[in-house]
């Protein structure tokens, strides 16, 4: 069973950064993607950022530019570094991880919050 710890979500201010851990008990190279998404209430989940296992990055466009995904395979974690924080990125962010098969596994969540 795939299980993910995800961790660094907090309270910021605009213009702050905060680092985003999601580790997986399992290899992710194994997975043939991994992203954060990040959802706000009464909102449909939206894409931040994957990682392809070839390492390809994309990024959302309101994101670009200040927010940076990478992974450790030695330490199966993927990071989501987010720099000049804005209040509208506050949300709950995600980690996704996709098989190739069409499974997707997803980890609880950890609450960004930014604000004065």
């Known amino acids: 069973q795939v299980q993910f710890v995800e961790s660094g979500g907090g309270l910021v201010q605009p213009g702050g950064s905060l680092r985003l851990s999601c580790t997986v008990s399992?290899?992710?190279?194994?997975?043939?993607?991994m992203g954060w998404y990040r959802q706000t209430p009464g909102q449909e989940r939206e894409l931040v950022a994957t990682?392809?296992?070839?390492?390809?990055?994309n990024y959302a466009d309101s994101v670009k530019g200040r927010f940076t995904i990478s992974r450790d395979i030695a330490k199966s974690t993927v990071y989501l570094q987010m720099n000049s924080l804005k209040p509208e990125d506050a949300a709950v962010y995600y980690c996704?991880?996709?098989?190739?098969?069409?499974?997707?596994?997803w980890g609880e969540g950890t609450l960004v919050t930014v604000s004065k």
């Open positions: 996704k991880a996709n098989n190739g098969s069409g499974r997707n596994y």
């Open positions: 399992v290899n992710i190279i194994e997975f043939y993607i």
């Open positions: 990682v392809t296992k070839g390492g390809t990055t």
